[in-house]
């Protein structure tokens, strides 16, 4: 080596001594912070799948969070509605026992009256008072808001879930395919030429009746009616005929009429399967109401409609009129219910809309026998009146009604939620799991990294060293 401006060892072992340094740097950048990627040059590819990853793991542990939460509002609400049930256990007791008139004073009478009116109104209290986080739960606030509901077709309606996007009403279109109808039998003959006795039944009672010779037909159809309470049978006079129809609708209502002694020709009353054929016996099952909601084929059960699908999860009763009819009815859903946002993501899949109606005294019940609050003092059926029945039958659905919402919320609370939040964990696991495997420092390779880039930098140094002094050897020359 006898040049001097040029020293190509000095430049050579300055190259590596920077590419070990920035080496030892990024090792020990890696050890300190944990992480494989630090930066965006680190591994591209690797940090958008990274931080991909990352924002998955955000949004499924916020979904955990959610489903947790969500599943605390519904023990708050389902824990309150199991005191309702309670006490409503204890009205029907106080029905049946107040039914026994024959056995009970007036006090006695008046004492559990002063008992329905306790439980009614604790009921109004625990409606309007069960909150969570100041938020009321069962005093309908809850509950959806429709409009355009024609009270003429339905009678009743139940939204139990219906996911409104972006606060968007809902169109709820009942097509009708077939019309549900009761258990139908006939009775014709104006008068009963010879004595009659007969045996009516329906799904929900039978007795029997008998008539003596010249019996009207329209006697006889107040004697049907007289004790419609037992046999579930009514009878109304259409022309030259009486129909007989069962209370129910549907395929497990039916009416079933038999002479048991009587004559069945000539102009004395005749029982008939149709219009044209009599016969000693006739029995008529009912048949279910059958139509599609917003194009879903709906679960007919009677008169009542059943929608279940991931947007919309309804009950709708008609009328009478309506079921006996082939009438079509729209409606919308405008509002109300509650979302929880239970997915990974903020979109209809992760979206669980859960609708709780009130349940004040004033709205269990139906619009058909009345609701629990006319069983108070003074009311239509107190106590102290003579609609015991009908009370019987109020308290029975307000039942009904708060066991089938307990079962829902019960049902959400299980089947959704939890299995929600198992299911979120172990998805939760793999993907931090996959996460880690990309962005994560393995500490026994980056120590062994470290170990070699201290030792090259080391080296790289003592030899820089050495190249810097070779170019004094030329001083040999000018000795």
Excluded: C, W
């Amino acid at each position: 080596m006898s040049r001097i401006n040029t020293n190509i060892a000095s430049m050579n072992a300055i190259h590596k001594l920077v590419a070990n340094n920035v080496d030892l740097e990024t090792r020990l950048q890696r050890l300190s912070s944990g992480l494989r990627i630090n930066t965006g040059k680190d591994d591209p590819a690797g940090l958008i799948a990274s931080e991909n990853l990352r924002s998955e793991i955000a949004g499924i542990k916020s979904a955990i969070d959610n489903s947790i939460r969500a599943s605390n509002v519904i023990a708050t609400a389902e824990g309150a509605l199991n005191e309702i049930s309670a006490l409503l256990v204890d009205l029907k007791s106080l029905l049946v026992e107040t039914a026994n008139r024959g056995a009970l004073s007036d006090e006695e009478i008046d004492a559990n009256q002063l008992q329905v009116d306790s439980a009614i109104n604790t009921i109004d209290r625990i409606a309007n008072a069960t909150e969570f986080e100041g938020m009321k739960l069962l005093n309908g606030n809850k509950a959806y808001t429709v409009s355009g509901v024609a009270s003429g077709i339905v009678a009743d309606y139940k939204i139990n879930s219906a996911k409104l996007l972006d606060g968007a009403d809902m169109t709820v279109d009942i097509a009708t395919v077939n019309s549900a109808d009761t258990g139908l039998v006939y009775l014709s003959g104006a008068v009963s030429t010879t004595p009659l006795t007969i045996q009516i039944g329906s799904n929900r009672g039978t007795t029997e009746l008998t008539f003596a010779q010249n019996t009207t037909a329209a006697q006889i159809r107040t004697a049907i009616n007289a004790v419609v309470e037992i046999t579930g049978v009514s009878a109304a006079a259409s022309g030259a005929v009486t129909l007989l129809r069962s209370r129910d609708f549907g395929t497990d209502a039916y009416v079933s009429v038999e002479v048991l002694a009587g004559a069945q020709a000539g102009s004395g009353t005749r029982v008939m399967q149709t219009y044209a054929a009599a016969t000693t016996t006739a029995k008529d099952y009912g048949r279910n109401y059958s139509a599609s909601i917003n194009g879903t084929s709906a679960i007919g059960n009677g008169k009542i409609l059943t929608i279940r699908t991931s947007m919309l999860d309804a009950e709708i009763e008609l009328s009478n009129a309506a079921a006996l009819s082939t009438a079509t009815e729209t409606f919308y859903i405008t509002g109300g219910g509650t979302d929880f946002n239970i997915g990974p993501k903020v979109d209809a899949i992760g979206l669980e809309s859960v609708g709780i109606q009130s349940v004040a005294p004033s709205q269990l019940g139906n619009q058909t026998e009345g609701f629990l609050n006319t069983l108070k003092s003074g009311g239509t059926n107190s106590l102290s009146g003579d609609n015991l029945y009908t009370a019987q039958r109020i308290v029975d659905e307000a039942i009904k009604d708060i066991t089938t919402l307990r079962g829902r919320l019960g049902a959400f609370q299980r089947n959704t939620l939890d299995t929600n939040i198992s299911s979120l964990r172990v998805t939760l696991e793999n993907v931090t799991a996959s996460e880690s495997a990309i962005r994560d420092a393995d500490f026994a390779a980056e120590t062994a990294a470290l170990t070699r880039a201290q030792i090259l930098v080391q080296a790289n140094t003592s030899v820089l060293s050495l190249a810097n002094s070779m170019p004094q050897s030329v001083l040999a020359l000018l000795g």
